[in-house]
């Protein structure tokens, strides 16, 4: 099946001036320049490329209204609403094949047209091959991550720090699938990549990363120096009797390790765009729709971008400021780069599996709690 960037035939570099509305815009597609504009077609699902939990898709009575076409929010399974056929140089809808997708003649959009015979250069697309989608790390690849980050000299960019740290922290088991992490160098890491983002970007690190850290050193504290993290969230889990378990304390390690997941995620993802080649303003836009997003209200989400902003906004800057004092070069950088990515998917991977597991426990003990109450035993 196709994969890539696909645009109409008779005027492709207006493709991205698209408005479809709300849902579209949350989905980060309405932007005229680069993963903005680029979709992926896997498996009969058109995807847009810079958050692709977003499908497009016709509404699902069919494409009899006014031939409409939508962005909507699916998970993995994806029904025939969103789902395609590519047949000739066209995408049909799966829905009803008679119906093609379409630019308009004034290119404010794409709708649904029925053609009479084959469809003309505003019903027929191109599609570029492409391998550059988002993808979960195989085994394998976890496993060339680790040894490449052995490759990195301490001597290297100021993300050096933080691809030791977090390869001394993370506890490995066979499957090259992290089973626990070693607490002081996991904050360590933390610090390290606090000092590296406020160094490229005024308080960035400071203002994604510190507080969290800093709760997390308190929850040490609170439960005598512990040195696993695993077992540093189990232990900590009775704060969150201040708020009947019934969501997790502000100042809990609980509530730490969720937001400091989410950051991490949306860093990965901003890294490896850049990795790609993406400029620091469109990296950072399409991780944030991709991972904070769904989880900021309004002004928090002011507030993030407002931070991420202070990032050098060229990508050849960023990666400039990354070699530190000394120039290292840009191959360097790339290498600590596609390190710092691979490890920190792994440890986001894990924080991630921790906070299914404190949910479950969490409810369990407000249900005992309730339970006590009802028979005079709280």
């Given at each position: ?6 645009w ?70 994806v029904?025939?609403?969103?789902q ?57 690849s ?39 992490i070693?607490?002081e ?11 590296a ?22 929850s ?17 889990l ?69 931070f991420?902003?202070q ?33 920190v ?16 426990r ?6 005992q ?10």
């Amino acid at each position: 099946m196709a994969e890539g960037a696909a645009w109409s035939r008779e005027q492709a570099d207006n493709s991205s001036q698209w408005h479809p509305g709300q849902a579209a815009e949350e989905a980060g597609a309405c932007r005229e320049d680069g993963i903005f504009g680029q979709w992926d077609l896997h498996e009969n699902v058109l995807r847009s490329r810079v958050n692709p939990n977003f499908v497009l898709s016709v509404p699902p009575d069919g494409c009899s209204f006014y031939g409409q076409v939508q962005m909507w929010e699916y998970g993995d399974k994806v029904d025939d609403s969103g789902q395609w056929i590519w047949s000739g140089n066209s995408l049909r809808s799966k829905v009803n094949a008679g119906f093609v997708l379409a630019a308009r003649r004034d290119f404010w959009g794409l709708h649904m047209w029925s053609y009479d015979g084959l469809p003309d250069e505003y019903g027929q697309w191109e599609m570029e091959d492409s391998l550059d989608m988002p993808r979960q790390l195989s085994g394998d690849s976890r496993k060339d991550s680790l040894d490449m980050s052995r490759q990195i000299s301490e001597t290297g960019g100021i993300l050096s720090p933080v691809v030791s740290l977090l390869k001394s922290a993370l506890v490995m088991n066979g499957e090259s699938v992290v089973s626990d992490i070693k607490n002081e160098p996991f904050l360590r890491a933390m610090e390290s990549l606090v000092f590296a983002l406020d160094r490229i970007g005024w308080h960035v690190g400071t203002a994604l990363f510190e507080m969290d850290t800093d709760k997390l050193r308190r929850s040490i504290a609170r439960n005598s120096g512990t040195t696993s993290y695993s077992q540093l969230l189990l232990s900590d889990l009775a704060v969150n009797a201040a708020t009947g378990y019934q969501e997790y304390a502000d100042d809990s390690s609980a509530i730490a390790n969720l937001w400091l997941a989410r950051r991490l995620d949306f860093l990965a993802q901003m890294f490896s765009l850049l990795q790609e080649g993406h400029d620091t303003s469109e990296s950072a836009d399409a991780a944030y729709a991709r991972t904070m997003q769904s989880h900021c209200t309004f002004i928090q989400r002011q507030a993030f971008l407002l931070f991420v902003a202070q990032l050098p906004a060229q990508r050849q800057e960023l990666l400039k400021q990354l070699q530190g004092d000394v120039p290292v070069g840009i191959s360097v950088v790339l290498l600590e780069l596609a390190a710092c990515v691979d490890l920190v998917r792994l440890t986001v991977a894990f924080c991630f599996e921790q906070d299914r597991g404190l949910e479950g426990r969490l409810r369990s003990r407000s249900e005992q709690m309730e339970m006590d109450e009802g028979y005079g035993r709280a």
